[in-house]
């Protein structure tokens, strides 16, 4: 069935340092990807998406490319800040599913 | 508009007993998805609703239930308890149409922490 794996985390940079978060998948078709960003005590937010092969979500800063013959969608940022302090999930939505289909998410950590 | 909220946001349960959790989705959206998210299975798709009908459904045991009402608003309910039910449950809702990619973009509630004690 499909899947998601993405980086173990936590990760923990520095204040202005650069960011990436890997992502693979695996799926039958042509899935959806996303991002989503779930800061403490909260629901989890769409960071940014991309429905097509080569197509580049981005967002505050965030961006992450839907490479097909990688199967993967690594989620960069040029500067992280404090405020990036939060787990990312990587996931997808099958071709013909209208569930999503989670990685098991990446604590990141932003020091000062 | 207003977004996807999720009461009570907060219940303490005993092994055994039964809880119901509620859900309002985002004006318009007639699809509703639930997850749960716990430390050590992450993110669990539980089923979807989508018009009042049960439209797919996640990996988990008879005891894991829901609805979904005229105005779109959905419950899920978990009977007899046991301490491995304790988790952050997320309802998410879409306009859940066939067709456009777009129409299946989720937006996530707050979600309700269950305790089962």
């Known amino acids: ?112 | 508009k207003a977004g996807v909220t999720q009461t009570p946001r907060y219940l303490i349960k005993t092994r055994g007993q039964q809880v119901t959790l509620s859900c309002s989705p985002i004006s318009g959206h007639r699809s509703v998805s639930w997850y749960q998210q716990t430390p050590g299975q992450g993110l669990q798709f539980l089923f979807e609703y989508f018009s009042e009908t049960q439209r797919n459904k996640g990996n988990f045991p008879g005891r894991f239930s829901g609805r979904q009402f005229s105005n779109s608003r959905s419950e899920m309910n978990v009977s007899t308890l046991e301490l491995g039910d304790s988790a952050l449950y997320l309802c998410a809702s879409s306009l859940g149409s066939v067709g456009a990619a777009s129409s299946y973009e989720q937006y996530f509630g707050p979600g309700t922490r269950l305790t089962v004690t």
């Open chain 1, 1 to 112: 069935g499909d899947s998601v794996t993405q980086m173990e985390g936590p990760v923990t940079l520095s204040e202005e340092a650069f960011l990436t978060i890997n992502c693979t998948y695996t799926a039958t078709g042509y899935p959806s990807l996303f991002w989503y960003v779930q800061y403490p005590g909260e629901g989890l937010q769409l960071l940014l998406k991309a429905t097509k092969a080569d197509d580049k979500g981005s967002n505050k800063g965030f961006e992450a490319t839907y490479r097909k013959e990688t199967t993967s969608f690594h989620l960069e940022k040029g500067s992280v800040q404090v405020s990036d302090s939060a787990v990312y999930f990587c996931a997808l939505r099958g071709s013909s599913a209208s569930k999503i289909i989670f990685g098991s998410g990446t604590r990141l950590s932003i020091r000062p």
